[in-house]
């Protein structure tokens, strides 16, 4: 039986077995990388809390978590562009190798914003990991150093994803039936 969620779903374009093993790979490079670093995993709220959840457990080394919540989309499917700082850091952070952790790399304003603001505040070294990326519509000269799968263009829920704030807890990516947005 589907989910009342899961009805509003055209197609799955990353199964959560996908998810999951792309992951573990994911952790094993990003602990070989910082096992002795002391990173600090920064997510970007609110899409990135199930890939964080997942990708801290991968990664077995000493470090610690941190979010930061923005907003562009505005109940919008396309990006306005503007990015503004919702909930801010709660903790200092001077000198730490920060790991970004975002849902998805779109545009680019998002991470292009929050890279700069970082190393602002400090960080040592920003590094990237986002679960998808979906170069097509790319305006910003950024690319991820760790990435999940790379998605065509379309608007894509699920897995942390959310459409008006719903989908977020579908397990796996997928794009909505047209009639979604049209009886919105
Ligand atoms: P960017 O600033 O790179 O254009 O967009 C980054 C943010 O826009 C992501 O963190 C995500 O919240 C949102 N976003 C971009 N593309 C999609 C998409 O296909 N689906 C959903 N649900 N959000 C998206
Ligand atoms: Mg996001």
Redesign the pocket.
Known sequence: MKSEMEQDILKVLVTEEEIQRRIAELGAELYDQFHDKNPLFLG?LK?SFVFMADLVRACQVKSDVEFIAVS??QNATV?SGRVQITHDLQQDITGRNVVIV??????????AFLKDYFLTKGAASITIATLLD?PARRTKAITADYVGFVVPDE???GYG???CQRYRNVPYIGVLKPEVYANH
């Open positions: 970007v899409g562009s989309y990006s975002e849902d998805i790399l779109d545009s680019g304003n998002t991470l979906k608007f894509v829920v994803l959310d459409y």
